[in-house]
């Protein structure tokens, strides 16, 4: 999820920066480097401590959609972590970065001035992962179109 809070009168400018952070990240290396390093930290942090809230919200989830879809966890298994690449995460993007999986709301702002501005900065066709320059360097992966399935029961911590 990705959220602002400006004026209205600043709505375009704000709007137009969110848009460019999604449509046109700018993932290099040293950076992904860096944030692999802080996954592990936080990982082996939450072992140390871990923190009733998010391990109660993780249980929930778990127990009442199983392993599947809305279940699984939100955190990065360790094992994963050193095998995220760039063109990871821009396959990533071009499977579940598209119009009919992205909300923009606004709150105190005129809904047309919202849809207005969405279709100006939004555009899906000159994204970084949409670009021929990534198109032929991966196969784009099929979107996990499972839905979620309420089966109740019970999780917890051994």
């Not at 040293?30 to 390093?37: A, C, G, N, T």
């Not at 990982?43 to 923190?51: A, F, T, V, Y």
């Not at 990065?76 to 909300?103: A, G």
Request: a negative charge; aromatic letters at 8%.
């Amino acid at each position: 999820m990705y959220a602002l809070s400006a004026e209205v009168k600043g709505m375009d400018k704000m709007l137009k920066l969110l848009a460019e952070s999604i449509m046109y990240p700018s993932i290099q290396e040293d950076v992904l480097s860096e944030v692999r390093q802080s996954i592990i930290f936080e990982q082996e942090d939450m072992e140390l401590r871990p923190d009733q809230d998010m391990t109660l919200t993780e249980l929930l989830h778990r127990a009442a959609w199983g392993n599947e879809t809305l279940g699984l966890t939100r955190y990065c298994p360790l094992e994963n972590v050193d095998t995220m690449r760039k063109d990871d995460i821009l396959r990533f993007m071009q499977t579940y970065y598209t119009p009919n999986n992205i909300v923009v709301a606004g709150v105190g702002v005129e809904h047309q001035m919202i849809v207005d501005l969405s279709k100006e900065y939004f555009d899906f066709p000159n994204s970084t992962w949409s670009t021929e320059s990534f198109k032929g360097k991966s196969n784009p992966i099929l979107p996990d179109t499972t839905k979620a399935e309420y089966i109740g029961g019970m999780a917890k911590v051994k």
